[in-house]
């Protein structure tokens, strides 16, 4: 089972930042949390991922709490495009482990 | 920017017959996966594949499915006799390494529907 637990779903004005949390407060000193997004059946997008410092690239900003229990997703300027399911993942091990994906948060941009 | 790439995008077959769904993983990915969704449910790991040979597989991928690199450029899903249980939709991914720093990058999947 996913070892994070999010929001089941989260409204955000277009143009707004979009902030979603999610929690992880069993992960590992070596796992990674990592955030993914799928829109509509499309297939899961990377969007981020991060170990304990604050990540930034082009899509979002990843905040990681100093105790790394958890984490806030954040979209800068929310566009209606971003209406997706986020997915938050604690990656276990290494080798070829994949991601284990949990329910979500659907993310619903409003206009 | 290079991506995975999934054919056929859906997938019509009868039940008992085999299909085989194929991906082209990123040209410098080494780990590929294979993941399935089920209509409303949540993304579901089927199994990795390293250096020619399964790495893990879930409880899913049972003695029905079987995966393949039959080549430097495609990596296939086999199910030998499809269920309607099958019914969902299949997505390949790859990564350039197997550690925690190298994300999985998907393909936008194949929908496969057995009636």
């Known amino acids: 089972d996913a070892k994070t637990t999010q929001p089941p779903s989260m409204d955000c004005a277009e143009g707004r930042a979009a902030n979603l949390p999610c929690n992880h407060s069993t992960i590992s000193g070596n796992e990674y949390v990592y955030w993914y997004r799928q829109i509509h059946s499309q297939g899961p997008q990377y969007i981020i991922h991060?170990?304990?410092n604050n990540e930034t690239n082009e899509m979002a900003s990843l905040i990681i709490t100093e105790d790394r229990k958890s984490s806030t997703l954040i979209l800068p300027h929310a566009t209606l495009r971003d209406t997706a399911v986020y997915y938050c993942i604690v990656r276990p091990g290494g080798g070829a482990d994949g991601l284990t994906f949990g329910k979500g948060t659907h993310l619903i941009i409003q206009p | 920017e290079p991506e995975v790439t999934q054919t056929p995008s859906h997938q019509v077959t009868q039940m008992g017959q085999e299909v085989i769904l194929r991906c082209v993983p990123i040209s410098n990915h080494l780990y590929f996966y294979w993941y399935r969704q089920i209509l409303g449910q949540k993304v579901e790991f089927l199994v990795s594949f390293y250096n020619n040979e399964i790495s893990e597989k879930s409880e899913i991928f049972d003695d029905q499915f079987s995966v393949e690199r039959p080549d430097g450029s495609n990596f296939t899903l086999k199910i030998r006799s499809t269920k309607l249980e099958d019914s969902a939709m299949y997505f390949c991914?790859?990564?350039?390494?197997?550690?925690?720093?190298?994300?999985?990058?998907f393909g936008n999947g194949t929908r496969l529907t057995v009636t």
């Open positions: 991060g170990l304990k």
């Open positions: 991914a790859s990564s350039e390494v197997g550690t925690y720093n190298s994300p999985l990058h």
